[in-house]
Antibody, heavy 116, light 108 residues
Framework: QVQLVESGGGLVKPGGSLRLSCTAS????????MSWIRQAPGKGLEWVSY????????YYADSVKGRFTISRDNAKNSLYLQMNSLRAEDTAVYYC?????????WGQGTLVTVSS | EIVLTQSPGTLSLSPGERATLSCRAS???????LAWYQQKPGQAPRLLIH???SRATGIPDRFSGSGSGTDFTLTISRLEPEDFAMYYC?????????FGQGTKLEIK
């Protein structure tokens, strides 16, 4: 069955950096677009970024453009999100999801807390 | 950017009753690229409906979606105890993909 497992979250100071990872199994990872979607505590959902199967097409939300970088390693069945210049408003659970349209498979999420 | 507005914000009903949740888009969502998700506390969202009216794999037939253009509806025909949760609509007609703010379905 499809499994997505995120890691790399934690507590970081404003202005700091963090790299999230998502390891996929149960499907042919290289066939699928992948996404990062976040949810601030007690709030709704925000699509952060997606990347095409080959990595040639990338989208970023305006709120993270220039600060976050999405990437993938199809040989390792892994998706990444490099987050730089973190702000308090980036505090959220970050979900890895399969697809860029209406994901039917999500990871359990990893919490990123930006606080001094 | 397509803004999705869900109503009501909170819906209080009893098990066995029918639930009707609304999602209105700020501009037309072409080809009915509209999805619905259920989310329970501490869990990831679960896809219920895609293409406005197609149930995702494994979703019970008490869940149904309808609508087109700017007005969409999620109906739960007979509420089961496990259906009380948050529900979000989402459009994938254009980028940025956007979600509604959610409807909380609570037990009356």
């Amino acid at each position: 069955q499809v499994q997505l497992v995120e890691s790399g979250g934690g507590l970081v100071k404003p202005g700091g950096s963090l790299r999230l990872s998502c390891t996929a199994s149960g499907f042919t990872f290289s066939d699928y677009y992948m996404s990062w979607i976040r949810q601030a505590p007690g709030k709704g959902l925000e699509w952060v970024s997606y990347i095409s199967s080959s990595g040639s097409i990338i989208y970023y939300a305006d709120s993270v453009k220039g600060r976050f970088t999405i990437s993938r390693d199809n040989a390792k069945n892994s998706l990444y999100l490099q987050m730089n210049s973190l702000r308090a408003e980036d505090t959220a659970v970050y979900y890895c999801a399969r697809g860029s349209l209406c994901p039917g498979s999500w990871g359990q999420g990893t919490l990123v807390t930006v606080s001094s | 950017e397509i803004v999705l507005t869900q109503s009501p914000g909170t819906l209080s009903l009893s098990p066995g009753e029918r639930a009707t949740l609304s999602c209105r888009a700020s501009q037309s969502v072409s080809s009915s690229y509209l999805a619905w998700y259920q989310q329970k506390p501490g869990q990831a969202p679960r896809l219920l409906i895609h293409g406005a009216s197609s149930r995702a794999t494994g979703i019970p037939d008490r869940f149904s979606g309808s609508g087109s253009g700017t007005d969409f509806t999620l109906t739960i025909s007979r509420l089961e105890p496990e259906d009380f949760a948050m529900y979000y609509c989402q459009q994938y007609d254009s980028s940025p993909r956007t979600f509604g703010q959610g409807t909380k379905l609570e037990i009356k």
